[in-house]
């Protein structure tokens, strides 16, 4: 039985390096093929008009600009007569970044390559990871572990080779966020924290640039177009930040999949019609999904601010202000949400790692151990004989924890430890219990995850 | 007066997890109409069950609220003096972050 485990683990890893090794071949193949539709473009322009992808570079005597290929790929978009073939050759012509290619990014960049972008470009620093997946639906398994940025761009260009595609490996910041934002016509954001969105729209002010903002978490979206035909700006409409407790994270609220799928796909529909000229932007209005009870509803929001700080009339927002603003401070939140806030709050003796946790469980030390996370996050998995008591209900169901130890310890005095995922909410509670008196709790540093990194490895984390 | 209140975007955390309320609302005494100022007050006071500070600031809603009166930002029909009408939905919204 032994030997067929290590058999199969061995396969598993082959096939592992294999599916690697084939994902970074198909990621070449489609580079070299986008290149040589390049050159082959560049060589007919001379010679003849050929069947030329860029729009720029070719005039196929039909006075639109559309190659032969071009007409057949993107015949059903030139069949509708409120699109047709000017606005087809508009969107050719222009350039569109989106910012993140995460849940809303996936399939804006998936929809905007296929449908005839001149220029695409991708900013991301991230890399894919299984949990991911599930939203991120322009990434393969392959790519896991891999720059985010690759990944969408290789499945960019798989879709279609004749749309320029541009891989920014890197996060955008205020040094440079002005550069890369200023090479491209219209910015969509699709990214997941505060201080990103104020940048992103106050960069997109500075350059004049049009942002469609579209945000989506749990069971609800958010989509607006900012900056465009006299509408407001991020900022008209929210000029103070939230306060931190207010901007949750997928990472920590979860997300149903499809959710962020839907606002990406009306994030590149407004940036499609933005490009092409057509149709009338989410200007001025808000769209607000609600995925539970199936309703959408498009509400009238404020327009441009006189008195806005970055787009109102005597505002003086430079370039130089814009680089020099620090957006993390001002939404006292980091720029990257996928790095949670690790507290300090106790003192390293009422702490306890979960090594030497496991081994006074080994000892048979008699305890109680009480998991302060939500009950939902409770019935995903949790420690054997762990006692839910989620923090937002410490208070009332201290009488729980009372009666416990009570029954435990007998003669003896029993420990009190308390563990929830990070190792953040248990120090909360940690010094609220003692607070009212049980001064022997203790927090176990780092919460489930450290358990399962270096107590038992084949414990879930989530 | 009969009004619809929904809560949306997590703010309906603070309320049970109960989005839409149909509620009941007396115009104060003295007063000719109810204003949203007057109505914050009531949903604090009877809707809003845990973290008032996610939902007030002050004496108006916390910044990363929309507030929509029949489907139209209040900024445009005045904000706290905005007056209520029979059977008007009020919003309120918290903008999301996450993607």
Request: net charge neutral; charged share 20%; with cysteine.
């Given at each position: 039985m032994d030997s067929g485990g290590a058999d199969a683990a061995r396969i598993l890893s082959e096939i592992k390096g294999l599916k690697a090794t084939k994902s970074d071949i198909e990621a070449k193949i489609s580079a070299l093929e986008a290149q040589l539709k390049d050159l082959n473009c560049r060589n007919d322009a001379v010679s003849s008009n050929g069947s030329c992808p860029l729009a720029t570079s070719l005039d196929s005597g039909l006075g639109h600009g559309l190659s032969p290929e071009m007409i057949h790929r993107y015949s059903r978009q030139l069949l509708l007569p409120s699109f047709g073939v000017q606005a087809q050759s508009n969107l050719l012509k222009s350039s569109i970044l989106v910012v993140g290619a995460g849940g809303l990014g996936s399939p804006a960049l998936l929809y905007l390559a296929a449908c005839g972008v001149g220029r695409l470009g991708i900013v991301d620093n991230d890399e894919v990871e299984l949990n991911n997946m599930h939203r991120q639906i322009i990434h393969?398994?392959?790519?896991?572990?891999?720059?985010?940025?690759?990944?969408?761009?290789?499945?960019?260009?798989?879709?279609?080779?004749?749309?320029?595609?541009?891989?920014?490996?890197?996060?955008?910041?205020?040094?440079?966020?002005?550069?890369?934002?200023?090479?491209?016509?219209?910015?969509?954001?699709?990214?997941?924290?505060?201080?990103?969105?104020?940048?992103?729209?106050?960069?997109?002010?500075?350059?004049?640039?049009?942002?469609?903002?579209?945000?989506?978490?749990?069971?609800?979206?958010?989509?607006?177009?900012?900056?465009?035909?006299?509408?407001?700006?991020?900022?008209?409409l929210f000029?103070?930040?939230?306060?931190?407790?207010?901007?949750?994270?997928?990472?920590?609220?979860?997300?149903?999949?499809?959710?962020?799928?839907?606002?990406?796909?009306?994030?590149?529909?407004?940036?499609?019609?933005?490009?092409?000229?057509?149709?009338?932007?989410?200007?001025?209005?808000?769209?607000?999904?609600?995925?539970?009870?199936?309703?959408?509803?498009?509400?009238?929001?404020?327009?441009?601010?006189?008195h806005c700080e970055v787009c109102g009339e005597n505002a003086t927002f430079t370039r130089q202000q814009f680089q020099e603003f620090d957006y993390e401070k001002f939404t006292q939140s980091p720029l990257s949400a996928s790095a949670p806030p690790k507290l300090n709050l106790l003192s390293g003796d009422s702490r306890i790692s979960s090594k030497d946790y496991n081994e006074r469980l080994k000892n048979g030390e008699v305890h109680i151990l009480v998991d302060v996370r939500p009950e939902h996050h409770f019935r995903i998995v949790s420690l054997p004989n762990s006692l839910n008591i989620p923090l937002s209900t410490l208070e009332k169901r201290l009488a729980e924890i009372s009666s416990a130890l009570r029954e435990a310890e007998g003669q003896r005095d029993a420990s009190l430890y308390v563990i929830c995922r990070r190792g953040n909410d248990s120090q909360r509670a940690v010094?609220?219990?003692?607070?009212?008196?049980?001064?022997?709790?203790?927090?176990?540093?780092?919460?489930?995850?450290?358990?399962?990194?270096?107590?038992?490895?084949s414990f879930p984390t989530y | 007066?009969?009004?619809?209140?929904?809560?949306?975007?997590?703010?309906?955390?603070?309320?049970?997890?109960?989005?839409?309320?149909?509620?009941?609302?007396?115009?104060?005494?003295?007063?000719?109409?109810?204003a949203m100022r007057d109505l914050l007050v009531w949903v604090q006071n009877n809707l809003i069950k845990e973290r008032p500070e996610m939902f007030i600031k002050g004496d108006t809603v916390r910044p990363g609220v929309l507030v929509l009166v029949n489907d139209c930002d209040w900024e445009l029909s005045g904000q706290l003096d905005t007056t209520l009408e029979e059977k008007d939905v009020v919003v309120f919204i918290s903008t999301l972050h996450g993607g």
């Open positions: 393969t398994e392959a790519y896991i572990g891999r720059l985010k940025v690759e990944s969408a761009a290789a499945a960019c260009r798989a879709i279609n080779s004749t749309v320029q595609i541009v891989e920014h490996k890197e996060a955008l910041r205020t040094s440079n966020a002005l550069e890369i934002l200023s090479k491209y016509d219209v910015v969509v954001d699709a990214t997941d924290n505060a201080p990103g969105r104020y940048m992103i729209s106050d960069c997109c002010v500075v350059l004049g640039k049009p942002l469609v903002s579209g945000a989506a978490l749990g069971l609800e979206g958010q989509l607006s177009v900012y900056n465009y035909n006299g509408g407001p700006c991020y900022r008209c000029p103070t930040p939230p306060p931190t407790t207010a901007c949750q994270r997928c990472s920590d609220s979860g997300v149903l999949g499809v959710v962020p799928g839907i606002i990406g796909c009306l994030q590149a529909l407004e940036a499609i019609k933005i490009a092409s000229a057509v149709g009338e932007p989410l200007v001025g209005r808000m769209l607000l999904f609600d995925a539970l009870s199936g309703r959408i509803r498009i509400v009238k929001i404020r327009g441009r601010s006189l010094n609220y219990l003692h607070d009212i008196g049980f001064t022997s709790a203790k927090d176990i540093i780092g919460g489930l995850e450290s358990w399962a990194r270096d107590v038992d490895p | 007066m009969q009004l619809t209140v929904e809560f949306g975007g997590g703010l309906e955390l603070l309320c049970n997890s109960v989005k839409i309320h149909n509620i009941n609302i007396e115009t104060p005494k003295g007063a000719q109409q109810l």
